[in-house]
Each structure stands twice: as structure tokens, then as C-alpha cells.
């Protein structure tokens, strides 16, 4: 798997210090909102982030976990994303935090955060890890944001190209040889 990477964007240990100091910023802001606050981790991408960032926040929370298919294979950019597996919660009058591993074109983080603002949450607030810049409409912005990155595709700490490359434990780019 390694021997895929052509170089790495984002090491482990740049990623375990801001996913710390992420949890920091996050902490700060719900400070008085903590209690019943609903963590809502996008899958199959914010597995790994998500798992190691509500780690580091030190209050109470709920997890409710939802599925979204962007229908795209490997690389290619991809159509209407849809919602696979809904939140089993009612997240009514609650806070909620998604949780996602990139915000790219933004379709997909659009989807989501349309669907749940109509739920009437107490409040709704966007953490992603990765951000590409200036992709994403400016009405869709991110509350807390691990690194922008360049327009590159990359694998690992959860990202994957074709449902591979999420355990690698470096956020890299590829080979280019690889992309079908
Ligand atoms: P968006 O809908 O274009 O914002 O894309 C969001 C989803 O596309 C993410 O949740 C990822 O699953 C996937 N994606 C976008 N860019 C990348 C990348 O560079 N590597 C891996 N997956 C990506
Ligand atoms: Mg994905």
C-alpha cells in the first residue's frame, strides 16, 4: 500500500497535532452548548478522523451516524449525492456537529447540511478535516477546518480512491499511474 503513495501531503504527526488543536477550537465553542450535543460522523470518509477527534473533546456527547453516496467511482467527480443510511436520532432542538473528511466541491456537505437544518436543530456546525480551496460555494462554510489543501486527490487517514487506502496512516497523493 505504501509503495502507492507518491508522496505524502499531510504526515501523522501533523495530523494528530491539529486534530487536537481542532478539538481545542471546537471545545471553546460549545463550552455552554456541550450538553446533548449530537456529533453526526459522514461515512464511510470521517471514520478514522472523527474516531480519534471525539476522543480529544472533553465533554459528554451523542454519536448518530449517516451514510452518504456521492455515486462517484475512484477519482471522477461525481453526480447528486443521496442519502444511504438516514440518522436513526431525532436531532430536534439539539446541537449537532457534522463531521466529515473533506469539503470539495461541496455537494456532498450541501446535501447534508440542507437535510438536517430542516430537522430544526438548536444549532448546526461543519468540521471537516480537509478543505480544497475555493471549490465549495461560499454559502456552504465550514466551522472548523483541519487544512486547506491543494486541488489534488488524496488517500488516507479515512479518504479513499475506490474504497481503498483509508487505514494508511499518512494523508498522501497517489500515484499517478494508479487512477484508472
Ligand atoms: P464533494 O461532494 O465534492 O464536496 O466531495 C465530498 C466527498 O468526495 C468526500 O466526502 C469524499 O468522499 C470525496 N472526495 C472528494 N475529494 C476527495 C479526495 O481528494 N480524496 C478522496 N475522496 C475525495
Ligand atoms: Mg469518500
Given at each position: 500500500m505504501q509503495g502507492d503513495i507518491d508522496r505524502v501531503l499531510i504526515s501523522r504527526e501533523q495530523i494528530a497535532q491539529r486534530v487536537r488543536g481542532l478539538a481545542d477550537e471546537i471545545a471553546a465553542v460549545y463550552a455552554?452548548?456541550?450538553?446533548?450535543l449530537v456529533i453526526v460522523p459522514i461515512l464511510a470518509g470521517s471514520l478514522i478522523f472523527c474516531a480519534d477527534l471525539i476522543r480529544c473533546l472533553p465533554f459528554k456527547m451523542r454519536i448518530a451516524l449517516m451514510t452518504i453516496s456521492s455515486y462517484r467511482d475512484k477519482t471522477t467527480v461525481g453526480a447528486t449525492p443521496q442519502v444511504v443510511h438516514d440518522l436513526t436520532a431525532d436531532i430536534r432542538g439539539r446541537h449537532v456537529l457534522v463531521v466529515d473528511d473533506i469539503l470539495d466541491t461541496g455537494n456532498t456537505l450541501g446535501l447534508v447540511m440542507r437535510d438536517l437544518a430542516r430537522r430544526q436543530p438548536a444549532s448546526l456546525r461543519m468540521c471537516v478535516l480537509l478543505r480544497k480551496k475555493g471549490?465549495?460555494?461560499?454559502?456552504?462554510?465550514?466551522?472548523?477546518?483541519g487544512f486547506d489543501i491543494e486541488d489534488v486527490f488524496v488517500v488516507g487517514y479515512g479518504l479513499d480512491y475506490d474504497n481503498h487506502y483509508r487505514n494508511a496512516p499518512d494523508i498522501g497523493v497517489l500515484r499517478p499511474e494508479l487512477y484508472a
Open positions: 455552554d452548548d456541550a450538553a446533548g471549490k465549495a460555494p461560499p454559502s456552504l462554510k465550514a466551522d472548523f477546518v
